[in-house]
């Protein structure tokens, strides 16, 4: 029996019914997200979501059960979500599970960004984030029992650590986080990772909030600066999820909500989400590394913390350089004479590449084209580093010794120790210098827009 088919027959014995249908969805890191069509016991038909937390990880912290009660929470305040079927712990369906209506929209943030079908959607979408955001954070507190009191993420470096991650921007961030908190706007709710890709959209608007599982009690204006930190624009011109303006954003919340939050706020809220975010990506792919959920997908997100370390320094006021300053003088190791003959080690990359690429995508559908895809993003990454990364790790250790420093690891230590508190500035534009080479290699577009800010 394949794994498939015990799911399948679990699901029917858990819910009752029969499962007609199970196809694994693309995308989730945290979660397996699977869509269902079964067939009940009274011979009616239901379309399902299933979600199974991955081993290891963030959200194995959360409990369903507590995701459920969320979810029906926010239905009774008017917040559009699925209907909760079913939840529990193990029973053949992993270490936690939830079951829910499937509604019907596309949460694909590239699709609804760009495709003229969704024209209409992207109009409305800041007026239907900012009213789904004001009724959240109407659910009453005390009705949740379980809901962590405070974001499980309030204190990033302490999980950064438990990666073994040494990331000397991370800790500038957190001197520059503890020392600008503005003062709080309230204490609510907080869905946690309000952002495309968990909004369902049709063509008319937002008709589904998804994924809880990070939810909390917490500054209302927490979600604010999350749904309009970089990382969840997905290449769209606007500052809210790539399709609105922030002022627009905050006026329309303020209507529902009662709520002034003003824009330096939620500017702080940014940079505090765009920490948190890089912490997580590191956390996704130490999952991988131990072995607790081995995935191309988690290993590939672990490169993506340089990403938000360069968004933080924009957001901190640091300068840094443009796309093409500093450019590091490739060391072309590709086809260098070796003991191993040829084809070299960046000739086999290609290869494999290129297999991956117009063999692999181009037959695969849904969840393996999805995996492919980031195979192939990988392999691409991999090529630039054999290329680029021998002038890049001198480049960088002279940098350090700048500083007077000969390691991340002791810079890292002195900026956490409050050591350089009085020369954030000189340090921050230093790393913004190596973090350009970074992004050259794990993902050069992203230098593109930025210079003066995210």
């Known amino acids: ?26 995308g989730g890191a945290s979660r397996r ?43 009774e305040a008017g917040v559009p979500v699925p209907g909760v079927v079913a939840a529990g712990e193990a029973d053949g369906l992993d270490a936690g599970w939830l079951v829910v209506e499937r ?31 004001a009724r959240i954070h109407t659910i009453a507190l005390d009705g949740l029992a379980g809901l962590p009191r405070s974001d499980p993420l309030a204190r990033p470096l302490e999980f950064l650590d438990i990666t073994g991650e040494v990331r000397p921007v991370l800790e500038l961030a957190a001197r520059w986080l503890d ?85 330096a706020t939620v500017r ?11 912490v997580i990506c590191a956390l996704q792919a130490s999952a991988h590394l131990s072995g607790a959920a081995r995935s191309v997908e988690l290993a590939a997100i672990g490169r993506r913390v340089c990403e938000s370390e360069w968004d933080l320094l924009g957001l901190m006021g640091i300068e840094r350089p443009e796309a093409a300053d500093g450019l590091v003088v490739p060391s072309d190791r590709s086809h260098a004479p070796s003991p191993f003959g040829r084809p070299s080690a960046g000739e086999l990359v290609d290869a494999v590449r290129e297999y991956v690429v117009d063999k692999v995508m181009a037959t695969a559908e849904g969840a393996e084209r999805f995996d492919a895809r ?44 409050g050591h350089l508190d009085d020369r954030l500035v000189e340090v921050g534009t230093v790393l913004a210098g190596s973090g350009a080479d970074q992004l050259r290699v794990a993902n050069p577009g992203y230098l593109e827009p930025a210079t003066k800010g995210s």
Not at 104 to 124: H, K, M, N, P, V
Not at 248 to 258: F, I, K, M, P
Not at 272 to 278: D, F, L, R, S, V
């Open 268 to 278: 702080w809220w940014q940079a505090y989400a765009t920490m948190k975010w890089a």
């Open 179 to 263: 020392a600008n908190r503005p003062i709080a706007t309230g204490r609510t709710v907080v869905h946690g990772d309000f952002r495309m890709g968990n909004l369902l959209v049709n063509t008319s608007g937002l008709v589904g909030v998804l994924d809880w599982e990070l939810a909390h009690a917490g500054d209302p204006a927490e979600d604010l600066g999350w749904l309009s930190a970089r990382a969840w624009r997905f290449g769209g011109s606007g500052e809210v999820g790539g399709f609105g303006q922030l002022d627009d954003l905050l006026t329309r919340y303020g209507e529902a909500s009662g709520r002034v939050i003003d824009q």
């Open 103 to 133: 509604l019907e929209g596309e949460a694909i943030a590239r699709r609804l960004l760009r495709d003229e079908a969704y024209e209409e959607a992207r109009r409305r979408l800041t007026a239907n984030a900012a009213e789904a955001l």
């Open 374 to 417: 980031v195979a192939g993003n990988v392999l691409a990454m991999v090529a630039r580093e054999i290329t680029l990364g021998p002038a890049m790790e001198e480049a960088h250790r002279a940098r350090l010794a700048g500083l007077g420093f000969a390691s991340d690891a002791s810079l890292a230590a002195a900026i956490r120790a």
């Open 1 to 26: 029996m394949s794994e498939s088919d015990d799911v399948a027959d679990r699901l029917g014995q858990v819910i009752g019914g029969t499962v007609t249908s199970i196809r694994r969805l693309s």
């Open 33 to 75: 997200t699977s869509a269902v069509d079964m067939e009940g016991v009274e011979g009616n038909t239901r379309a399902l979501i299933l979600q199974q937390q991955r081993g290891g990880g963030l959200t194995n912290r959360s409990s369903v059960a507590l995701e459920a009660a969320l979810l029906r929470a926010a239905g």
